[in-house]
């Protein structure tokens, strides 16, 4: 990273609630945004999920209606929360829409339309001339929308890594703002609900019928929840002291297509990377977010990852899939936007759900929303085949 980068702008849509304020009271509150129940749509599954339940609700412009679909609604809903779009319009017309990039993640995206369209056609016989493939399901669809919809110019990519897709996205930006391609990036990622992920995780046992528990000796599964976030990059102002990017690691351990590295070797090297770029030691981080998903493979080898990494003990950590479930491709810049809470709120996040914690993790979690001294906080994400990514913010300039 040739330059220390700056989150001019944030937003954030879970089923916690919609925008930035909204997460901060759920977090105070300890309201978790899982519900027994999804009204949009029959999921087919009893479990706990982490619906937006305005979605149905949301139309979008005129020029916009060919990529309708319930992942670009919740995108919308994202861009015009928090002022977003407007930040994004500003920076547009001072470096120029040619100037500003789109790096964003999404495992699915628009997948509901077309298992919705595939039911139709088992129905009807024939598919509906209302389908359109290439603005909704295609990969790319995502930043193809969020580019028209901002009406900037530049790069624009999705990666799709699972579980770590829209952590990556920041590795990209920062690539992109050292080459001088961009003078800003929109980071960030999408996903929302559908019968492919949820009946995919279910087959591989990996879905609990209960509401999810990260670190708990009795923890059986994830929940699967739905968020759309985006954050908007340029290279730091030191004038203007705003919460910055300051390290990121990438490992790709390929271990096993969907199972964790039983000693979480590719997580340990993705934090110790993030730490070597952003010049700092294990002991400078003041809060860490797990990715802690709440399964028994991914919690344990995660936490031995932490234990090699961190001394003894550990920063304050916590995991926050309590909150919204596991959001997949979306779950990088959802807990990316925790720790800018965290930094700005002085604040340590809690681990929702925990009734008796495994005592094979050796980790003591944030139980309660804490006041906290946080300069620096890490989050990590970590998806299938090995894909992983940590992530390391911090308070304005550091040495």
């Known amino acids: 990273m040739r330059f220390p980068i700056q989150i001019t702008a944030s937003t954030l849509v879970s089923s916690m609630g919609s ?15 899982l519900k027994k129940t999804v009204s949009s749509f029959d999921t087919k599954l009893d479990a706990f999920y982490g619906e937006v339940e305005c979605l149905p609700e949301i139309s979008l412009p005129k020029h916009l209606a060919p990529y309708f679909c319930r992942n670009h609604q919740l995108a919308w809903r994202a861009l015009q929360t928090d002022n977003f779009s407007e930040q994004v319009r500003r920076l547009a017309h001072q470096y120029g829409a040619h100037r500003i990039g789109i790096a964003l993640g999404t495992s699915t995206s628009g997948i509901l339309e077309t298992e919705k369209i595939l039911a139709e056609k088992e129905t009807n016989g024939a598919f509906s001339n209302t389908y359109h493939y290439d603005a909704t399901h295609r990969m790319n669809a995502l930043a193809d929308f ?24 920041f ?86 297509i969907s199972a964790p590295h039983p000693q979480g ?46 001394s003894t003990p550990p920063p304050l950590l916590s995991s926050t899939k309590g909150f919204t ?43 309660d929303s804490q006041p906290a001294t946080i300069q620096h906080c890490m989050s990590n994400s970590f998806g299938f085949g090995g894909n992983n990514a940590s992530l390391v913010f911090s308070l304005g300039k550091h040495s």
């Open 19 to 33: 925008g930035i304020q909204a997460h901060i009271d759920a977090f105070k509150a300890k309201q978790s945004g």
């Open 146 to 169: 969020c580019a028209e919809a901002l009406n900037v110019t530049g790069p624009r990519m999705i990666i799709s890594t699972a579980c770590s897709s829209s952590a990556k996205v």
């Open 171 to 256: 590795a990209s930006a920062s690539r992109w703002i050292d080459h001088d391609l961009v003078d800003a990036v929109v980071v960030g990622g999408v996903d929302t609900l559908c019968l492919t992920t949820i009946h995919g995780f279910n087959a591989l046992g990996l879905i609990s019928q209960e509401i999810v528990r990260p670190l708990d000796q009795a923890r059986d599964g994830i929940n699967i929840g739905e968020a759309g976030g985006f954050m908007l990059l340029e290279k730091a102002d030191p004038q203007q002291n705003k919460i910055q990017l300051s390290g990121f690691g990438e490992t790709s351990d390929a271990y096993h």
């Open 265 to 310: 070797e590719g997580a340990q090297k993705a934090m110790q990377q993030a730490l070597k770029m952003a010049n700092l030691s294990a002991d400078d981080i003041d809060y860490l977010n797990l990715h802690g998903t709440g399964t028994p493979s991914n919690d344990l080898a995660e936490s031995q990852a932490v234990r090699t990494v961190f």
């Open 325 to 367: 479930g596991h959001t997949l491709g979306a779950a990088g810049i959802t807990e990316a936007i925790f720790c800018q809470i965290a930094l700005q709120e002085q604040m340590a996040l809690p681990n929702l759900n925990l009734k008796i914690l495994d005592e094979r993790l050796s980790l003591s979690p944030v139980l």
